[in-house]
């Protein structure tokens, strides 16, 4: 992280190009300093050099941390598999109800009790490995919590956790992953970024469009493609994202409305009429959920600006409704 403040003490301009999208011709076997001194130079004068966005900082320690609980998380994930497959050759079964991992679940396990002394020893030691972790889990997760508060992108996080399937943790790690949302002048680049956009090998009229690119971050993807689930259901406010919504301008709570009336209209277009599978749906969602994400990130957020009556026309998968019907909440 240090060699961030040189440009700034020597009073120099830096550049910081993709060595992985830097040209090299194959036949190309010597190299030394002077060589690619001059190869970058005429890369950078020609245009033909990929510039990356070095990001501050700040907003590297915080996607350091976002990065390390979804290790955890991942470890957590395995833990669990170990023990459900300890517990599979055994030809033990949960068949209770309720879901599994649960509080109900939790006391099942710790109940069990085998013949051997090996068997209960491997159950103490992958149930104690599956505490830590969960433990671990909760505790970066409520810090993460208060540090997107004092973020630099504190502002951004509260505008994103207006849309359904995006709540804190969300939000805060698409902007670590994402960084700094000015630098992609469209929303087309930000899906073509996250890798969520098809593959393409066209020749001359005939167009093949394969799987999606997955290229940039892993995780930014896969947490748009979760969210893109509750869309599913039908557009509505509930006591949740009403919390959330509130104190933010009704111009961001309006975009965060037409993302629930269009992406549910779109999940319902693929899936009843064209019958896509649900896998395809979800990412087709999740790349127009990224250009919502990218339209709140980069609104200018000043309280004063009067938001417009309606909806923009020509969009056909909204209706003129803009305002989100307010829900009660439901009786005990």
């Known amino acids: 992280m240090g060699w961030r403040a040189a440009p700034g003490r020597w009073g120099s301009r830096w550049w910081c190009g993709a060595p992985g999208r830097t040209e090299r011709r194959p036949g190309d076997r010597i190299k030394t300093d002077k060589r690619d001194a001059i190869r970058l130079a005429r890369l950078l004068a020609a245009g033909e050099l990929a510039i990356v966005t070095v990001p501050s900082v700040e907003r590297e ?5 976002v990065r390390c609980r979804e290790d955890i998380r991942a470890d957590l994930m395995r833990a669990r598999h170990r023990l459900g497959k300890f517990l599979l050759r055994r030809e033990i079964y ?39 972790l969960l433990a671990r889990c909760d505790r970066i997760e409520d810090q993460l919590s208060k540090l997107a508060a004092d973020s630099p992108c504190a502002s951004a996080i509260a505008r994103l956790r207006c849309l359904r399937g995006i709540d804190t943790l969300s939000a805060l790690g698409l902007c670590a992953e994402v960084g700094d949302w000015g630098r992609l002048d469209h929303p087309d680049q930000l899906s073509a970024y996250l890798g969520i956009v098809p593959s393409e090998h066209t020749t001359s009229s005939q167009r093949r469009q394969g799987s999606i690119t997955k290229a940039g971050s892993t995780h930014a993807r896969k947490l ?62 999740a790349r127009e959920l990224a250009g919502f994400c990218w339209e709140l990130a980069t609104r200018d957020p000043d309280p004063d600006r009067i938001p417009p009556a309606s909806l923009p026309t020509g969009d056909t998968l909204t209706q003129a409704r803009s305002v989100p019907p307010k829900q009660e909440p439901a009786m005990a």
């Open 224 to 285: 748009l493609i979760e969210a893109s689930y509750h869309y599913r259901r039908q557009p509505g406010v509930g006591e949740l994202l009403e919390r959330r919504q509130r104190d933010q301008p009704p111009e961001v709570i309006n975009i965060a409305w037409r993302a629930q009336r269009r992406l549910h209209a779109r999940w319902r277009q693929l899936k009843d009429a064209r019958k896509k599978p649900n896998g395809v749906v979800a990412v087709a969602i």
């Open 94 to 132: 949960w068949d209770a109800p309720g879901r599994a991992w649960s509080r109900r679940h939790r006391q099942w396990l710790a109940g069990l009790r085998f013949a051997d002394v090996a068997s209960q020893l491997t159950m103490a030691d992958y149930l104690h490995a599956h505490d830590v």
């Open 61 to 65: 320690r915080l996607r350091d941390v």
